[in-house]
């Protein structure tokens, strides 16, 4: 199993399926599964029963992942979606680069 292009923190756009379009913060990674929760992105309705944390009970609305081959990370510099590859910088660490802008991603 190889490195992912997206960690958690990532701002990533979705290129693929019914949530094609938006963004959003990385909340989670599930590499073993190679899936991904995003803020905001694929929401489900969830019916739940009451309990101590919702006494009230009913339908909550929360995210699902997503697969990470459907997301692309934002680049810093023009807002778009990119693609990323790895490099050496100057101090002999490798680094992820925006391959649209080839500006590091922090």
Same mark, same amino acid.
């Given at each position: #199993?190889?490195?992912? +292009?997206? %960690?958690?923190?990532?701002?990533?756009?979705?290129?693929?399926? /019914?949530? !094609?379009?938006?963004?959003?913060?990385?909340?989670?990674?599930?590499?073993?599964?190679?899936?991904?929760?995003?803020?905001?992105?694929? #929401?489900?309705?969830? +019916?739940? %029963?009451?309990?101590?944390?919702?006494?009230?009970?009913?339908? /909550?609305? !929360?995210?699902?992942?997503?697969?990470?081959?459907?997301?692309?990370?934002?680049?810093?510099?023009?807002?778009?979606?990119?693609?990323?590859?790895?490099?050496?910088?100057?101090?002999?660490?490798?680094?992820?680069?925006?391959?649209?802008?080839?500006?590091?991603?922090?």
């Amino acid at each position: #199993m190889g490195k992912l +292009h997206v %960690k958690k923190g990532d701002v990533v756009i979705v290129n693929a399926g /019914v949530n !094609k379009g938006q963004e959003g913060r990385i909340l989670e990674v599930f590499p073993e599964k190679k899936r991904a929760i995003v803020e905001g992105v694929n #929401m489900v309705s969830k +019916h739940t %029963k009451p309990n101590s944390e919702n006494p009230q009970g009913g339908i /909550v609305k !929360k995210e699902a992942p997503i697969h990470i081959s459907n997301l692309n990370l934002k680049d810093p510099s023009s807002g778009k979606a990119t693609r990323i590859g790895r490099k050496l910088n100057d101090q002999g660490k490798l680094v992820r680069y925006s391959k649209k802008s080839g500006e590091e991603i922090k």
